[in-house]
């Protein structure tokens, strides 16, 4: 079933490691997107994707760092995970100009402690 | 840039009674409006799309160019209406500018 895909969606991880956050689409979307969320609180947009090659930072200064290698694959990696990075992390994919807007995945909880 | 409003950070009906959801947005040209939903422990997904001027789960939403609002309305509030709401808008690029949402709480 065409779908964005989201793993893990829990994880709790201590000071100082290395994650990534996978992000998978099969709609052939072009375009994606990662939003940080509190909770029940609004998202930030932390990183972007127009394309292969293609990422851009969004609106929220984020230490995380994205690829876009393949049209599908959109993961977000934390070099050095710190307390402050413990949010839920949502990815989103769109067509140019799609009349449904966003699709979202399901999001990562992630607790760093 | 444009922005979207929210004023509401939270709003809570009784069941039985009309839902009006509000959202303004700042844009000069020809927008595209959008209501998102986020139930508890689901994603969020789309709701309502202005130019679709259709009814969802009995919500509605016009777009009022003049105002400059997209309010979401409901005549009769359920109680599994309970959920985020956010308003975005989409100016002219491929990205969404979303409100900061309206958490509706419905009392039974």
């Known amino acids: 079933e065409a779908d964005i895909y989201q793993t893990p969606r829990y994880l709790v991880i201590g000071t100082g490691k290395k994650i990534t956050l996978e992000c998978s689409q099969t709609?052939?979307?072009?375009?994606m997107y990662w939003y940080q969320q509190d909770p029940g609180m609004e998202l930030h947009l932390i990183h972007y994707?127009?394309?292969?090659?293609?990422?851009e930072k969004g609106d929220l200064s984020s230490e995380s760092t994205v690829s876009r290698i393949r049209t599908e694959h959109f993961p977000l990696t934390l070099e050095s995970a710190r307390p402050s990075h413990t949010s839920q992390y949502l990815c989103?994919?769109?067509?140019?100009?799609?009349?449904?807007?966003?699709?979202f995945g399901s999001g990562t909880r992630l607790t760093v402690v | 840039a444009q922005r979207v409003t929210q004023p509401e950070k939270l709003l809570s009906v009784f069941k039985g009674a009309p839902v009006e959801l509000k959202c303004n947005y700042s844009?000069?040209?020809?927008?595209?409006l959008f209501w998102y939903v986020q139930y508890s422990r689901q994603r969020l997904q789309l709701l309502l799309r202005?130019?679709s001027r259709e009814s969802i789960k009995g919500f509605t939403a016009d777009l009022n160019k003049g105002e400059t609002s997209f309010h979401l309305k409901k005549p009769f509030a359920q109680e599994e209406d309970s959920a985020m709401y956010y308003c975005?808008?989409?100016?002219?690029?491929?990205?969404?500018?979303f409100g900061k949402g309206t958490k509706l709480s419905v009392i039974p």
């Open positions: 989103a994919s769109s067509e140019t100009r799609g009349l449904n807007g966003y699709t």
């Open positions: 709609m052939g979307h072009d375009k």
């Open positions: 994707s127009y394309g292969v090659n293609s990422t």
């Open positions: 844009y000069s040209g020809s927008p595209e």
């Open positions: 202005h130019i």
């Open positions: 975005a808008l989409r100016a002219g690029s491929y990205q969404l500018t």
